[in-house]
């Protein structure tokens, strides 16, 4: 990759990180339910 992907990359990645604790602790992602393997996928998001 060149110089410049590489650092659009790191930026974008540094972004996400910015956000994750709020998604992580948000009731819509509800992360416990999906740790103990409930999805809310259905069966065409699912295959």
């Not at 604790?21 to 992602?29: E, L, N, P, V």
């Amino acid at each position: 990759m060149s110089a410049k992907a590489d650092e659009y990359l790191e930026i974008n990645r540094a972004s996400w990180n910015k956000r994750i604790d709020s998604h992580y602790q948000s009731d819509f992602y509800d992360v416990a339910s999906f740790l103990k393997g409930k999805t809310s996928l259905n069966n065409v998001s699912s295959t």
